[in-house]
């Protein structure tokens, strides 16, 4: 019997770039994703704040975060709320999820719109770390990157070079591939429904990969009523 040639493509990693991804709501299957820019010079504060945060190690170890790691990563701390105001980026997280609902309920009012955060941390990894398919708690979650070094981009593994890995809850089937790759992009934040599962492939290079993140619920006031959103 002759040799069947693999189908071309097959099982060939296809990686995203999220700087050439436009602004705003995408569905790449079921679940939407939003992508949202963060300018550079709030980028720029919060990466001063991770050095501030680092030059401080009793700071550091009381905003601390290590204990709800999923995966093997150096550094994970929740910064003061004050501090993310501080450097402008509170606003910034609040714009996004206002984008990312609008693109479920277009005419909504957004002075009704009501966003509980419930957790935020900077997560810092270095070579070697890696973080397994997990999924978050809350309605909307959210990746942002502010930092990516040199020769991150050179791992030949299936999964690697940092990248960000989302996968569909559906099932590989020909017509669909259900797994996506970020390569990561200082400045764009992508958010995303907080039970879609994501990983974070394994970071080869030298120097800190760094990124932030967040969960929150969505409501809306009407009439002093509390309405959750319910997606």
Known sequence: MAKQEEPAGKNKREVMNSAEMTEGVHRLWGPPICKYVVPDDVVKR?????DRYQADPKLLKNQDYAYNLAGEISQEFMPNPEDLDEIGLTE???KAAEIMVRGKLPDMDADK???GFIDAWFVIQRAGDWNPPHYHGGQLSAA??????????TSTRKWGGGEFVFVSPTTPTEWEQPVVHFEPTPGVMILFP???THAVAPHMAEGERRSFSFNC????????EIIPFDG
């Open 92 to 94: 910034h997280l609040m």
């Open 144 to 153: 942002l990157w502010l930092d990516t070094p040199e020769g991150m981009k």
């Open 217 to 224: 619920n969505l409501a809306f006031e009407e009439n002093g």
């Open 46 to 50: 919060a990466n001063e704040l991770i």
């Open 113 to 115: 719109l009501r966003i």
């Open 194 to 196: 907080s039970y879609l």
